[in-house]
């Protein structure tokens, strides 16, 4: 049954990659560079516009590069082995908590309650490293939290006591060549406070901290990540970790590429984005279990997700995804509740009701609203919306159905469905609906509405530079920075312009475009009156100049 459940979510996360462009920044920046891999066949170091990238390891890129071996340089292929690991982490729930519970239920209600979570499952579905990065960190940890159960029992396993540090250092390792180190400094933070708060969780205390078996998993740690870094270090020196560990400071302590935000905002972000799970997640904090498995499961993630929701708001830079760790400890702090209550037949907490109400209310009256919008876009950029690149981007004209409302119905059916199943304290059916919902809503919305939004944020872009893809030419940004003009003018090693002054530019005697937002227009034509302005469409524009402009 876990098989058949993992498999339709499986699918929903393959559904349609192709249809939506890749976004810059993430989406395009990961995709390019395992293009350019294919490309220079360099796999050891990573690189964009065939300059070394020090701001991640190359994990998750090997494996978008093999993806484009298979399936070519797209959207699919730079996405796919993220809809891959969508399917083995809702095995990995299944199986890693069923091994440390002996409960199929409550692994069940895991896997379909992580799987039927919006975030979570947009998130399989996109070209962004963190899915990937998060499957690896969480093996790990519970990994270590297997080793720590052989620890309670009475007549442990020496051969796991054994080898599950190691393993804990090699997925921990994994996790970090895929992104870095963040995640496993919060797993070795979150088992430390573990320990300290012992008596307070009321566990038996051993006779002393286990030494041994964390020195054995930074050994496999280190082990793991010097496979690459060895050899990276030994070919191209020091470059990479002095530039890699100014990056990760600088993200920490610097709103770095203007995202910074409020403290709250990654409060917000899973109260908004982490229906149903944070429902159920809010009223479980203040559980309490007796056997020692549940305890040790609800305790150790407790801990882990407040580290990792404090440390990420207390950041300078504040990006959606940098909160998407904490889904794993929401979820399984929540799925322990859902079986407690389903054991006991107990009542279902008000504030779940009104949690699950709220969100799907808010979603569709937002998508019963969009024909309004979008037949009155005009009227409304001229008198609400005060931002030039906003009012120029809905310029662009972009053809919807007039039936996107049925999306928002559709939305209040499944919610009063899923009050019902509640009601009923039928929460089996609750999460069976749940996914099933989910798998539709989130494909519907990426077939039908995510390629419109493009359209507007960075439609004209986009065909601008598949039309230059194969062109002798050079084409650069102006004022603004993007990934895409790499990757879909498909630029290859001898198309990489050898200065970025538009000026200099033309002594080389190729033809040169200039792409630029509308708030650099005005600056370019005063600094480089040689190029001649071509169109603009939405808030983006081009200038053109070739070797005879420059005379």
């Not at 930074?218 to 060895?230: E, H, Y």
Request: hydrophobic share 50%; net charge positive; charged share 15%.
């Amino acid at each position: 049954m876990r098989t058949f459940w993992s498999i339709i979510a499986g699918i929903s996360f393959i559904l349609f990659l192709n249809i939506p462009p890749l976004f810059d920044w993430d989406e395009v920046n990961f995709a390019e560079i395992a293009r350019e891999m294919l490309i220079t066949k360099n796999f050891l170091q990573p690189q964009v516009n065939f300059q070394p990238f020090y701001e991640k390891p190359p994990l998750f890129f090997w494996l978008q590069a093999l993806s484009m071996a298979l399936f070519g340089v797209n959207a699919f292929a730079a996405r796919l082995p993220n809809a891959l690991i969508g399917f083995l982490t809702l095995l990995a729930i299944y199986k890693t908590i069923k091994n440390l519970t002996y409960n199929h239920r409550l692994a069940w209600i895991a896997m379909m309650l992580y799987g039927t979570t919006l975030l979570p499952h947009a998130y399989f579905k996109s070209g962004i490293i963190d899915p990937t990065y998060n499957f690896f960190t969480f093996l790990g940890v519970m990994a270590l939290l297997s080793y720590e159960y052989e620890c309670f029992k009475q007549a442990p396993d020496y051969r796991k006591l054994r080898w599950l540090p190691w393993i804990v250092g090699f997925l921990l390792g994994l996790s970090t060549l895929t992104k870095g180190p963040v995640n496993t400094a919060l797993v070795f933070i979150t088992y430390l406070l573990f320990w300290l708060l012992r008596p307070w969780m009321q566990f038996s205390t051993r006779i002393s901290f286990p030494w041994e078996a964390l020195i054995n998993a930074a050994i496999a740690w280190f082990i793991t990540v010097g496979l690459w870094f060895v050899p990276l270090t030994f070919h191209y020196g020091k470059a990479f970790m002095l530039h890699f560990i100014k990056y990760q400071w600088e993200l920490y302590t610097q709103p770095v590429a203007t995202h910074g935000q409020p403290f709250y905002y990654h409060f917000i972000v899973l109260l908004l984005g982490c229906v149903p799970a944070v429902a159920f997640f809010i009223p479980a904090l203040a559980a309490r279990y007796t056997q020692t498995a549940y305890k040790l499961l609800h305790n150790f993630m407790f801990l882990w997700f407040w580290v990792i929701l404090l440390v990420f708001s207390f950041a300078k830079t504040k990006i959606i995804h940098y909160s998407s760790l904490t889904y794993f400890p929401m979820v399984i702090v929540a799925a322990l509740a859902i079986e407690h209550w389903i054991e006991r037949r107990s009542k279902i907490p008000t504030i779940t009701y009104v949690i699950i109400l709220i969100d799907f209310l808010l979603f569709g009256i937002a998508f019963l609203f969009i024909p309004v919008i979008v037949n009155n876009v005009e009227t409304i950029a001229k008198h609400w919306i005060k931002d030039p690149l906003t009012k120029a981007a809905l310029t662009v004209p972009v053809k919807w159905s007039g039936y996107e409302f049925l999306i928002g119905i559709f939305t209040f059916i499944a919610l009063i469905a899923l009050l019902e199943c509640l009601r009923r304290r039928l929460l089996k059916q609750f999460l069976i609906c749940s996914l099933l919902f989910m798998a539709i809503w989130v494909n519907i919305i990426y077939f039908f509405i995510v390629p419109k939004v493009a359209q507007y944020s960075q439609g004209p872009a986009i065909a601008f530079f598949q039309s230059l893809k194969g062109k002798d030419v050079y084409v650069i940004p102006y004022g603004y920075k993007t990934y895409a003009i790499y990757f879909y003018t498909d630029r290859q090693p001898w198309q990489v312009p050898p200065t970025k002054d538009p000026a200099q530019l033309l002594r080389y005697g190729k033809p040169v475009y200039c792409i630029m937002k509308i708030h650099s227009k005005r600056d370019f034509e005063k600094h480089y009156p040689m190029y001649r302005f071509l169109w603009q469409k939405g808030y983006f524009c081009v200038f053109f100049a070739d070797k005879t402009s420059s005379s």
